[in-house]
């Protein structure tokens, strides 16, 4: 939604004084995600670095970047979740000390002094993400009425492309400067500063911050084999955690080793890297997961089906740019390939998750988005990297240099898998979603 001045802001939630409070939350949400996937995503323009200092092989780049932290990330947001689900539970003070945790850990990375410490840390950046998103969508359906649901959850999600964006710019800028080392000290101070705040801007429903009309008393949180029950009981929900596990990890391993091939195949250092990669494919993304809500909310009510239509016919579309864009050796021309697949492929994020919430009753919806994002981050962020740089490592005495580009080829044509998946699970819509 805009402010009539082309400044994107949450969605209208309620008529009554209450909506001011939800647009807080959702504003005090956005930012903390700014900081979940800044911290997150700073690694990627910071790996080819890494890898010299440390003299790493691409599959350790890989397991960095990806399983060291999707493991733990993963793992722990399931029993994280089960908390944020009780309604004993403060889901803005769960937010507030994931933030400490996972900012302090991005600290001592910069501390570290080989590789292993650096697995170390990162493992605990996995481990302090994991209290964040699970119990912010948990918040936000809890606020926003179903049929502004997709936009208030893309509103939130352009943390994930502007935390990418500042990450790649910053990150890159201060490699280039002083090093890696400090480009994580630096970045990591911010969230520790934030969590402090969090509480005071956030109130939870639960204790008396009745943020909108919509906000109801919920019942207790459903024993964890009944709500694991009635998640995977769903066909819409099971097509959907597949496609996302897949786009995820298709999205994971691009983000990384895209990164890579414009250090090492195009010639540009990290910090001209981090700029033009970042404002670039960072301005996409937000451009794509509003639009992504926004289409959702509209068109969705009118049909159900057409909630999945963008990301199933935006992630076709883009499969072929995506193919020119890694295959011209003009990194001009590559990057202005790569902005419009880059909006298509990010249309999926607000429809999907406000999809998951409306599958299951509201007590079990932390543990649904808890799965989706174990599911997700497990195969995507987990697998994606690895798997990207173990393929890099076999190609290399074919390709040379080159090997990073022959990955990324295969995996814009896969891009079509997940955009017949979403297609698919958009058949259960009208069936299978809830109306609270």
């Known amino acids: 939604m805009s402010d009539g001045n082309g400044m994107t802001m949450p969605p209208a939630i309620s008529t009554d004084g209450s909506s001011r409070r939800v647009r807080l939350m959702l504003w005090t949400l956005m930012a903390v995600y700014i900081l979940n996937f800044l911290d997150r995503q700073i690694v990627n323009i910071l790996a080819e670095p890494i890898k010299n200092d440390l003299q790493l092989s691409d599959t350790a780049i890989g397991l960095m970047t990806g399983l060291a932290f999707a493991l733990f990330y993963s793992i722990l947001g399931i029993p994280i979740a089960r908390w944020a689900d009780k309604p004993s539970s403060n889901r803005a003070s769960l937010i507030s000390i994931a933030l400490a945790i996972w900012s302090g850990m991005t600290v001592l990375c910069g501390l570290t002094q080989n590789f292993g410490q650096l697995l170390a840390a990162r493992i605990g950046v996995g481990v302090g993400e994991a209290g964040c998103t699970p119990a912010a969508f948990s918040l936000i359906a809890d606020s926003v009425p179903p049929e502004k649901r997709s936009s208030a959850v893309s509103f939130y ?46 109130r939870d429903p639960r204790f008396g911050g009745q943020m909108s009309a919509y906000a109801v008393q919920r019942p207790p949180a459903l024993p964890a084999t009944e709500a694991l029950r009635e998640i995977f009981s769903s066909r819409a929900f099971l097509l959907l955690a597949l496609a996302a596990s897949i786009t995820g990890f298709l999205a994971f391993g691009k983000g990384v080793w895209v990164v890579i091939l414009f250090i090492r195949s195009h010639g540009l250092s990290p910090g001209e890297t981090g700029l033009l ?28 089906r057409h909630i999945l239509t963008g990301p199933a016919v935006g992630m076709a579309i883009a499969t072929p740019f995506l193919f020119m864009g890694y295959w011209v050796t003009d990194w001009r021309l590559s990057i202005a390939l790569l902005i419009l697949p880059t909006a298509l492929n990010s249309v999926y994020y607000g429809p999907t998750f406000a999809c998951v919430q409306g599958l299951v009753r509201p007590e079990a919806r932390a543990m649904a988005s808890a799965v989706m994002l174990f599911a997700q981050n497990l195969i995507g962020l987990g697998l994606g990297p690895l798997f990207f740089g173990m393929l890099s490592d076999a190609f290399r005495p074919m ?29 259960r819509l009208n069936a299978e979603l809830k109306s609270g």
């Open 399 to 427: 390709a040379g240099e080159d090997s990073v580009r022959w990955v990324l080829y295969g995996a814009a044509w896969l891009g079509l898998v997940p955009a017949i998946l979403f297609w698919r699970a958009s058949l």
């Open 277 to 304: 990669l970042g404002i670039m494919m960072g301005l996409a993304s937000m451009v794509g997961i509003w639009l992504g809500g926004m289409l959702a909310d509209r068109f969705g009510q009118r049909d159900k």
């Open 157 to 202: 999600g352009l943390g994930l492309p502007i935390g990418s964006l500042l990450g790649l710019a910053i990150g890159g800028t201060l490699a280039d400067a002083f090093g890696w080392r400090v480009a994580f000290m630096i970045v990591g101070v911010p969230g520790i500063v934030m969590a402090l705040i969090v509480p005071k801007l956030i």
